[in-house]
């Protein structure tokens, strides 16, 4: 049995779950959301206040589908009732974020800006070099701040570029000089 998958998830109050043919739908104060799921692998059960997934067969990949959904699932869950973050942090003479409408325009040290169109559903804060990615799908707020974190990745000499704000860039020495 999946241990990740026989985990029943709790739904808060507000949050309303509903599953028909196949697809999922999660409703809640910041947005909805909707994921199809295999129904031949996998049934979803609601009833008092949580949701459980059961498989339908031992096959391998019914196995794996079953802790994908769920994982899916609680991560939809969560996302409508408090949000998703990101946190990146800029390092470098002259970088510089700036949003301006519904782009992110970036200045990394080439010769010219970055201009990044903000995906539907995202928001984006920028308070000096630190930009803040929030949202409801977990999936959309880590893939756009890998796609930002992607345009300057932090080189291990000086620490320049782009990371997570809870990542940890091993530091190189460098040459020693001559005398």
Do not use: W
């Not at 707020?141 to 000086?158: M, N, W």
């Not at 997570?164 to 020693?176: A, F, N, P």
Request: hydrophobic share 35%; glycine share 12%.
């Amino acid at each position: 049995m999946s241990r990740i998958g026989k985990m029943p998830i709790v739904i808060p109050q507000g949050v309303k779950v509903e599953s028909k043919d196949g697809v999922l739908y999660v409703e809640g104060a910041k947005g909805k959301l909707s994921q199809e799921y295999r129904c031949d692998a996998v049934e979803v059960n609601i009833s008092d206040g949580k949701l459980t997934l059961t498989r339908k067969n031992d096959e391998i990949q019914t196995v794996a589908y079953h802790g994908l959904y769920r994982s899916l699932f609680n991560n939809m869950v969560k996302g409508v009732s408090e949000g998703f973050t990101k946190t990146l942090l800029i390092n470098g003479v002259g970088y510089r974020a700036e949003v301006q409408g519904k782009l992110l325009m970036l200045a990394l040290g080439y010769s010219n800006d970055f201009f990044v169109s903000i995906p539907e559903g995202i928001d984006v804060k920028v308070d000096q070099l630190k930009i803040t990615i929030s949202g409801i799908s977990k999936e959309q707020v880590g893939h756009f701040a890998s796609q930002i974190r992607a345009l300057r990745l932090t080189e291990p000499y000086k620490g320049k570029g782009i990371r997570y704000e809870d990542e940890v860039i091993k530091r190189k020495v460098g040459k020693s000089g001559v005398k």
